[in-house]
């Protein structure tokens, strides 16, 4: 089965701070991944989209990894901004279709304290 | 931020409402969702559209129906409002050319249904 598992489920850190969140999928075969960051009341933005070939994009302060291999995505936050509380949501794309089939993970609540 | 506009932002309405959220986008995209999101929760898709006059059903089953007369356009209609209807409601575009595409998010509808 199609699974994408993140984790932590909620991460409290203080601003400043780095962090890194965790994404496992079991997507097969695997297309894509993304990152979105989604602030409360808000529609996710994507941070980052990484393609098969690719192991690491950064977006300013947002860097992304992939193991392929692992089957395994972090996101590293850099210097923790208040502005940097949300939920950060991983999507994996299958290649099933030309069109691509959207797995998405539960998300990480990620909370900045000043 | 993307340009795309989802209206109302919240919707309090009575069991056995007839209620329409709309959805409009100004980026030309051909490809154009529907996801259901709730606390805690992944992201389900309930109807997409690659086109004009093209609609189909997602994967969580739903009540709902949609329509796609204009590119920019993409209204969501439940015919007869209950309880479990309450969630959070958004709309996503694509340019739909070319592998990986990002979804354009709007900022959702908060629907309750009492």
């Known amino acids: 089965k199609n699974q994408v598992e993140q984790s932590p489920q909620s991460l409290i850190i203080l601003e400043g701070k780095n962090c890194t969140l965790q994404c496992n999928y079991t997507v097969s075969p695997f297309s894509n991944l993304r990152w979105y960051k989604q602030d409360t009341g808000r529609g996710p933005v994507s941070l980052t989209i990484?393609?098969?070939?690719?192991n690491t994009k950064s977006n300013g302060r947002y860097t992304a990894t992939l193991d392929a291999d692992t089957k395994q995505s972090s996101l590293h936050i850099t210097a923790s901004q208040l502005s940097d509380s949300a939920s950060y949501i991983c999507?994996?794309?299958?290649?099933?279709?030309?069109?691509?089939?959207?797995?998405f993970g539960r998300g990480t609540q990620l909370t900045v304290w000043p | 931020e993307a340009d795309i506009y989802q209206t109302p932002r919240y919707l309090v309405i009575g069991t056995g409402k007839k209620i329409t959220l709309e959805c409009s986008q100004t980026m030309g995209h051909d490809k154009m969702y529907w996801y259901q999101q709730d606390p805690g929760m992944e992201l389900h898709l309930i109807h997409y559209s690659y086109g004009v006059n093209s609609t189909e059903k997602g994967d969580l089953s739903s009540e709902s129906t949609v329509s796609r007369i204009r590119t920019e356009h993409f209204p969501l209609t439940l015919e007869s409002a209950r309880p479990s209807h309450t969630s959070q409601y958004l709309c996503?575009?694509?340019?739909?050319?070319?592998?990986?595409?990002?979804?354009?998010f709007g900022n959702g509808t908060r629907l309750t249904v009492t």
């Open positions: 990484m393609t098969f070939s690719e």
């Open positions: 999507v994996v794309s299958d290649r099933g279709s030309t069109l691509g089939r959207l797995y």
């Open positions: 996503a575009s694509s340019a739909g050319q070319g592998l990986p595409e990002t979804l354009h």
